[in-house]
Every structure is written in C-alpha cells, then in structure tokens.
C-alpha cells in the first residue's frame, strides 16, 4: 500500500517541499531518534514532521519509521561564512538562519568533538530557492505570516508578486531593507482571502501525493467526496500531479509539539553550583535518633522537603550521567527567618549559578532582595513569590494560565452543535468576566445561596446539542451535585461534557467511572507523562514532591547547561517535560517576573485512561 506523507503547514514558517525520496526504517534496536536521524543524515524534525505519531521521547523498538532521503546538492545552494560573537549559542545563530543546531553540526564537524566558542567561523548553508511550482504552493496556501529568504536576482517586485502583496506593503514590512541582498530574509504578511467552504485556514490539514492512486486512498481513509476536494483544492480539477502537489483536507486540529530537549543544546562543560534552600527542620530532631525516621515522616513540612531534596539529588545524579556536573549545596532554612539571614552571612550566594527555593513566603522575599543587584537565577520549586524581580521563576503555573488553557480549548473546538454553559459560586470574578467576554453567548447558570438547584441546569440544556458545562468552583458539595446532576441528565438521553479549570476539588473524591461517562476535561500544573524505573521499594520515590524536585532541579541544570545566561531561556520557542511537569517560563514585563505558563489539559476517556490534549498551534 503506498504511503501518503502527512505534513503541516506552519501559519509563521512555510513548509518549504523539496524534491525527495523517502524510505522506511524498521527501528530493532533500543535506537533513539538522534541515532537513526544521524544513520540516514537527516534532522530529528524531518523524521518527526513525516511520523506525526512519533515524539522526541517515544520508545521506537518494533516501529516503522518513515525517513525522508534529503538531497543536500538539491537543497544547499551556497554557505555563508559566519564570526561567532561573544554570548553567542548555536541556538541563537541557528534561529538567526532559519536553521537546525544538527545542521550546524554537520556542515561544522569540528562541533562534533568540542563546544562552540567566540571566534570560530561557521559554515551556514544557504537553502536553495524553491521552484515556480513550490513557490505556487506557497502562495495558494492559508499561512497569514512568514519570513522569505532572499535569493540572488530577486527583486522585490518578484517577491511581492509572488506572494500577492504589493511593493508598498512589502516595504512597509521591512523598513531596514532599502537594498535587498541575497541571504536577507524579509517579512511577509497577508491577509487570507476566505475559502467557499465552510473550513478556516485552522480547520484544514496539507496533504503531500504524487500519484492519483494516493488522492483515492486518501478520499477513502478520511472518507473525503470529489466535491469537498474540487473546492477546497481548484488546481485539483486539472488532474496534473508533479512529486510535490499539496491536498487541502477538512481536519479537527492541527497540533504541534513543542517540546525542546535541551540537552541537545548542551554547550557548558564546566561544573555547576547549585543552592537549594528549604524548610528540613532538623534541628527538631538532632537530639531524638531513636525518634527521627517517624518523627520526619509526621513532620509534613519536613516531609515534602525531604522529597524535593531526594528528587533534586537524583536529578543531578542523571545530569552527570549526560556529562554534566553539579555541585548541589543543601541549607536548612529552618523555617526561620533568622536562619536564613545566617545563612545569608555566612555563604556568598551570588557565586552560585542558580538558587533553588526557598518555599516560604518570608524567606522568599529575604532571598529575593539578597540576590535583587546580582543575575543569578532565584527558581522557586513549590511556591511563587510574593514580590517581583527579574531573576525570579515562578516555576508553578498561576490559576490564570490554566484558566487560559480552558478558554482556549474551547474556542478551538467550539461549534454550532455545542451548546456552552457557564456554572460558577462567583468566588473566581476574573474568569467568570474573561469566560464572558470570550464567550459572550454563553448562557450562565447562577446558584441561589451559592448552591446548585437541578432545575437551574435543566433550564439551560438543550437535546438536539452537545452540552458543554464549564464549571469554576472550590466547594466540595457544589461539584458533587453538579456531577450528579449532569449523570442524571445524561441518563434521560442528553448528551453533555464537564470542563473545569482545575481539578483540586474533584481529586479522589468522584469515581473516575462518573467523570469519564461526563467526558470530563480539566487543566492542571502536573500530570504522569513518563513511565519512570525507580526502586518500588522506595516510597519517596511515588512522591509527587520528589518528582516535583528532580523535574525543576533537572530543568535548571540543562538551561544552565545549554545558554549563556539562564534568563535567555525565556525566549525559546516551546517547552521543556519530565516526568510530571513541563516548563515554558515567559518573562512578563508588567510585572517584572518570569512565570512559568506551561499546564496540562486532560481529558477522561471512555476506558477510563486519562489522555494530553494538545491544542493547536494558533
């Protein structure tokens, strides 16, 4: 059976399609995908871009892979010498060109043995131009936003045309481009004539064919008619397939993944210092060893430092094993005050390359004016800071950001057959007036006496609909009558979903059986996205406290590892995941601190399993 290469269409970076051949690869071995990547000479994200059901951290043994046989000579059109400046990444040059680090690497082989450092001349490949027939690709596409990379001869009336925007407007986009040279990249921005059929630029997905065997096997997987096709694709009609035409298909959503690992980028060989600064307490038990193991297991506070303190120490016990070196230094703040400021005293904190903790909001803003003139990074492990300043990472998610999540979800699958209601005790005001304004044909339920009356509900239900309730409270009893009230709906034939914004109040307290018949959907800060091999016999290690602990403390070391400055990080372009929590730290400029924005959303399936639900990348 041929094989259709499913590819996306990014709205800010085209897909430029190349000329290729592809083949298939049967991974055997405990291969990773930098492996076979490097085996066929290709990027990680070729191999990623053509298995959509592949990510960096899938267990590839016993999967067919599909490996596109890039041709350099038909790609590469010439190299560009370049001067490595000071604080400068191979991160940060292979952004500036529009390039991967890999392909850096290849064409730079001296970067296979040894870092990167000021003053080395790097070879960047220049990308050749794509044909008449690509560049016709491109313009008839839906992307609003990209960057075009300047070819020799090319005026910028050839440009503007071919993209369907005027000379004026093209400069207006770039005014520092009086003169265009070969290599410059410029601007482009559009607006996206709308389509006779009812699909957006979101709702479509870009299918590559070659053959017209692979359109009628694409009409029948995707159960596609001739009509849909024609409308969606003119040129389709004319019946001329070249190896690179691109089908527009009707699609729910297009997702991409975003996760970065950062140990691709790891550019530092030096050893690090490391400070982590919580509340042991063990001074409580310094007279007691008959006592202490008991002691410290009723001690909650001294508990939940304990397993940040394990997690952080398994988790610079991995960092070593990738070559990473840390010396991580542990201070009992004692949940003291005056401890801290000893602590303070005796120790320069600004010699370290990042401080972990504390947890307490008092100690927190101690550190937080001790480190306030220095830049090294403050990452606050459990809790977020009561005041702000640059160098300080909230490394858990607001409620906002997870509130955000929820409007998001919704806008990127809402419908005319999804009836929206709002449930809510009108404690949360801020989302109840951002669910609005999003949503403002939303109808909101309000509870008499701040409780839930079943009539209230029936009153806003509708049969021929898929009922949608968002529901935002921290009371116990409200939740539970609202699950119950919508199984007793759902039990007379209608058909409705739970969302809510967070899922402290529902957690362990209803029978996943309940929520998955409701479809039940929420956001939260931490979710097992890993299968971790960690001694059972070991009850620390089932802590969410010590895998809270080596998840931030594994993040600091690989940004510290990979950038010149920890702060830089804010502006990679995705997120970084471990075991239960994933970082995307934006530095907020209102407010002068970096949070970090990263949640999860998911989703109670009918066999009772949990799924990620990825939104698309808008």
Do not use: C
Not at 22 to 48: H, P
Not at 496 to 510: F, G, H, Q, R, Y
């Amino acid at each position: 059976m041929k094989k259709i290469i499913l590819t996306v269409l990014f709205f800010v970076f085209p897909l430029v399609l190349f000329s290729q051949n592809f083949t298939t690869y049967n991974v055997e071995s405990e291969e990773d995908l930098e492996k076979i990547a490097q085996k066929f000479e290709v990027e990680t994200t070729d191999i990623l871009n053509y298995n959509p059901d592949v990510s960096r951290y899938t267990n590839l043994k016993g999967k067919t892979l599909v490996i596109p046989l890039l041709k350099s000579s038909e790609q590469v059109k010439k190299f560009k010498s370049y001067n490595v400046s000071p604080k400068e990444t191979l991160y940060s040059i292979a952004k500036q060109f529009q390039v991967e680090v890999e392909t850096i690497i290849r064409y730079n082989s001296f970067l296979k043995s040894r870092t990167l450092d000021v003053n080395d001349v790097l070879q960047i490949p220049i990308l050749k131009q794509p044909t008449n027939s690509e560049n016709q690709s491109i313009k008839n596409s839906t992307f609003s936003s990209l960057k075009h990379l300047v070819q020799p001869k090319e005026t910028k009336y050839g440009i503007a045309k071919t993209y369907g925007i005027t000379v004026e407007k093209l400069e207006q986009l770039n005014p520092d481009k009086d003169v265009l040279q070969p290599g410059d990249y410029v601007v482009i921005k559009r607006e996206i004539e709308q389509n006779s059929v009812t699909q957006t630029p979101n709702d479509l997905s870009y299918v590559k064919v070659q053959t017209e065997d692979d359109v009628n096997l694409l009409k029948k997987q995707f159960k596609l008619s001739e009509e849909v096709l024609k409308q969606l694709n003119p040129a389709y009609q004319y019946g001329n397939f070249s190896s690179d035409f691109v089908l527009k298909i009707p699609k729910k959503n297009v997702t991409v993944d975003k996760r970065i690992n950062l140990v691709e980028y790891i550019k530092k060989a030096q050893p690090q210092r490391i400070a982590l600064t919580l509340p042991f307490n063990l001074h409580k038990f310094a007279y007691d060893s008959i006592k202490k193991p008991k002691a410290l297991l009723e001690e909650r506070i001294t508990r939940i430092s304990l397993d940040l303190f394990e997690g952080a120490r398994a988790a610079v016990d991995s960092a070593k094993k990738i070559g990473v070196f840390v010396n991580l230094e542990a201070f009992d703040t004692a949940m003291s005050q005056d401890t801290l400021n000893e602590i303070l005293e005796k120790n320069n904190f600004s010699s370290f390359d990042a401080v972990v903790g504390p947890v307490l909001a008092n100690n927190i803003e101690i550190m937080v004016n001790e480190l306030r003139q220095d830049s090294v990074p403050l990452v606050l492990p459990i809790t977020n800071s009561p005041i702000n300043t640059k160098q300080v990472f909230n490394s858990v998610p607001l409620d906002r950001f997870k509130e955000e999540l929820i409007i998001t979800y919704i806008n990127q699958n809402m419908n005319d057959s999804i009836k929206l209601s709002f449930l809510s005790d009108s404690l949360n005001l801020n989302f109840k007036q951002k669910f609005s304004y999003s949503f403002p044909e939303a109808a909101h339920v309000e509870m008499t006496e701040s409780y839930l009356q079943f009539e209230e509900l029936k009153q806003v239900i509708k049969q021929d609909k898929i009922n949608w309730f968002v529901l935002d409270t921290k009371d116990l009893g409200i939740a539970e009558a609202t699950v119950n009230y919508l199984e007793a709906l759902r039990k007379e034939g209608f058909k409705v979903k739970l969302i809510m914004p967070s899922n402290t109040v529902l957690a362990d307290e209803i029978s996943n059986f309940y929520l998955a018949r409701l479809d039940y959907l929420y956001a939260t800060t931490s979710f097992d996205v890993s299968n971790y091999n960690l001694d059972s016999s070991n009850e620390a290690y089932h802590s969410k406290y010590f895998l809270r602990g080596f998840d931030v403390m594994l993040d600091v070391i690989l940004r510290i590892a990979s950038t010149d400055n920890f702060i830089e990080t804010t502006e990679l372009d995705g997120f970084t995941e471990y075991f239960q929590n994933k970082f995307q730290y934006e530095y907020d400029a209102f407010e002068n601190v970096n949070y970090n924005t990263a949640a999860y959303l998911i989703e109670y399936q009918k066999d009772l399993t949990l799924k990620v639900i990825q939104l698309s990348d808008d």
